[in-house]
């Protein structure tokens, strides 16, 4: 018998308090640098007990590595991991079930574990298959990431084999097509926003196949793909190809089917995005702005594509840009604020942070990052919860640092035991 076998499930939480909504869930995680991770501190931020699996032959999860990093003496981190690993566990293990030790572990750790993440791709080279992954715990919620779909789902396997990285799913989704100015190559969003996107959309298919789970006893298999996450929320754009073969069309900065809506510059060179969509929202903002709505009538001037490109309706942007570039833009921001009209200051970090706003709101917390030693601030918690409030108990941890801890209390491992795995490239 395998020692898998014999091992009796520990029910969490074993080493994490007892907090948040999702408190008694156990996730396990083999997920690099966003979208898998991001999922899974979703999820532990409100309760969930994570155990994040790193390679240690590779030095562990590349985002403990992205560029710029944060140095404090001899040590440094990136900002990405200091914010996103927080509340996790780091076991180091080389996740290589050809390996019979690698294999013991890493089945011992999914027979205690309520979901297992991944966005490794390259599973069935090492071994797993959800098949065998079932068996092992049939009540087990699995949930692949990646950029095309899983074989399990249907698809083509040339498109299912392909690298997938956030801008490729922005690209094939049809998203990035609409990106940027019409006389200019198409752009596409920064900072991994697709990532963070398809994050909570595995939280919500995981929590579905959970209370599934919990209900029937039977667990099942999730399929998250990053480009499929763009397509979702690409808005009328395939119903209106569907039915009337309708392609929208770059537009920069500026709205074409309405007005006022678009991005302004300001008198000291920052911008203001100002949006009014319908005939109460444009009176209203031309009211507030002193601008003559006898002159601009909301039909000639704002409410459609050909009142937008009319000369009154260029004179009427002209008016706009003309306000703006006669204020600051916290100055334009208020008045629109005080006439109740719909504007945001295109702001830097540095000017969200500072804005009072957001710290009455509770949005920043401090915790210790584990690899620095140092009380660092990262934003807080989204959604806000009256009565289960999300919780950062312990700040990113160090590569390895709770792998004897869960070895010895979760699998029962001796200290020989794991005096036996050092120095084979299992678990360091």
């Given at each position: 018998?395998?020692?898998?076998?014999k091992?009796?499930?520990?029910?969490?939480?074993l080493?994490?308090p007892?907090?948040?909504?999702?408190?008694g869930?156990?996730?396990?995680?083999?997920?690099?640098?966003?979208?898998?991770?991001?999922?899974?501190?979703?999820?532990?931020?409100?309760?969930?007990?994570?155990?994040?699996?790193?390679?240690?032959?590779v030095?562990?999860?590349?985002?403990?590595?992205?560029?710029p990093?944060?140095?404090?003496?001899?040590?440094?981190?990136?900002?990405?991991?200091?914010?996103?690993?927080?509340?996790?566990?780091?076991f180091?293990?080389?996740?290589?079930?050809n390996v019979?030790?690698s294999?013991?572990?890493?089945?011992?750790?999914?027979?205690?574990?309520?979901?297992?993440?991944?966005?490794?791709?390259?599973?069935?080279?090492l071994g797993?298959?959800?098949?065998l992954?079932?068996?092992?715990n049939?009540?087990?919620?699995?949930?692949?990431?990646?950029?095309?779909?899983?074989?399990?789902f249907?698809?083509?396997?040339?498109?299912?084999?392909?690298?997938?990285?956030?801008?490729?799913?922005?690209?094939?989704?049809g998203?990035?097509?609409?990106?940027?100015w019409?006389?200019?190559?198409?752009?596409y969003?920064?900072?991994?926003?697709?990532?963070?996107?398809?994050?909570?959309?595995?939280v919500?298919?995981?929590?579905m196949?959970?209370?599934n789970?919990q209900?029937?006893?039977?667990?099942?298999?999730i399929?998250?793909?990053l480009?499929?996450g763009?397509?979702?929320?690409?808005?009328?754009?395939f119903?209106?190809?569907?039915?009337k073969?309708?392609?929208k069309?770059?537009q920069?900065?500026?709205?074409?089917?309405?007005?006022?809506?678009g991005?302004?510059?300001?008198?000291?060179?920052?911008?203001?995005?100002?949006?009014a969509?319908g005939?109460?929202?444009y009176?209203?903002t031309?009211?507030?702005?002193?601008?003559d709505?006898?002159?601009?009538?909301?039909?000639?001037a704002?409410g459609?594509?050909?009142?937008?490109?009319?000369?009154?309706?260029?004179?009427?942007d002209?008016?706009?840009a003309?306000?703006?570039m006669?204020?600051?833009?916290?100055?334009?921001?208020?008045?629109?604020?005080?006439?109740?009209?719909?504007?945001?200051?295109?702001r830097?970090?540095?000017?969200t942070?500072?804005?009072?706003?957001w710290?009455?709101?509770?949005?920043?917390?401090?915790?210790?990052d584990?690899?620095?030693?140092?009380?660092?601030?990262?934003f807080?918690?989204?959604?806000?919860?009256?009565e289960?409030p999300?919780?950062v108990?312990?700040?990113?941890p160090?590569?390895?640092?709770?792998?004897?801890k869960?070895?010895k209390?979760?699998?029962?491992?001796?200290?020989?035991?794991?005096?036996?795995?050092?120095?084979?490239?299992?678990?360091?």
């Open positions: 018998m395998n020692r898998w076998e091992i009796e499930y520990k029910p969490a939480p080493f994490t007892v907090f948040g909504p999702l408190s869930i156990r996730v396990l995680l083999n997920g690099t640098v966003v979208a898998a991770p991001f999922s899974a501190t979703m999820m532990s931020d409100f309760g969930a007990e994570v155990i994040a699996l790193e390679r240690p032959k030095g562990g999860d590349p985002a403990r590595h992205q560029k990093q944060i140095v404090e003496g001899d040590k440094s981190i990136s900002g990405a991991w200091m914010q996103n690993a927080r509340n996790k566990l780091s180091a293990l080389e996740t290589n079930l019979p030790e294999k013991e572990i890493f089945l011992s750790l999914i027979k205690n574990s309520d979901v297992w993440i991944e966005n490794m791709v390259w599973i069935d080279k797993i298959t959800d098949e992954l079932l068996e092992v049939p009540k087990l919620v699995i949930c692949h990431i990646s950029g095309y779909g899983t074989p399990a249907g698809g083509e396997p040339k498109h299912l084999n392909r690298p997938g990285y956030d801008p490729l799913g922005q690209s094939e989704s998203w990035a097509l609409l990106q940027g019409p006389d200019m190559e198409p752009y969003a920064q900072q991994y926003v697709g990532d963070y996107l398809n994050g909570l959309f595995a919500n298919g995981i929590l196949a959970y209370m789970s209900k029937t006893g039977k667990g099942q298999v399929d998250v793909s480009t499929e763009w397509m979702r929320v690409m808005d009328d754009n119903t209106l190809w569907t039915q073969q309708i392609l069309q770059r920069g900065i500026k709205q074409k089917n309405y007005q006022p809506g991005v302004f510059a300001t008198k000291d060179g920052k911008y203001v995005n100002l949006g969509y005939k109460t929202a009176e209203k031309l009211k507030g702005f002193g601008i709505l006898e002159k601009f009538p909301y039909e000639k704002g459609s594509a050909e009142a937008v490109a009319s000369p009154l309706g260029q004179e009427l002209a008016t706009f003309k306000f703006f006669e204020h600051d833009a916290e100055e334009a921001v208020n008045i629109c604020i005080n006439n109740k009209v719909g504007a945001a200051f295109v830097s970090a540095e000017d942070y500072n804005l009072p706003h710290h009455m709101r509770g949005d920043w917390v401090k915790y210790t584990q690899t620095l030693n140092k009380e660092v601030e990262a807080g918690f989204v959604p806000k919860m009256s289960t999300g919780q108990w312990r700040g990113a160090y590569l390895g640092q709770d792998t004897e869960i070895l209390e979760l699998l029962d491992y001796s200290d020989s035991d794991i005096k036996a795995l050092k120095g084979k490239g299992i678990i360091d």
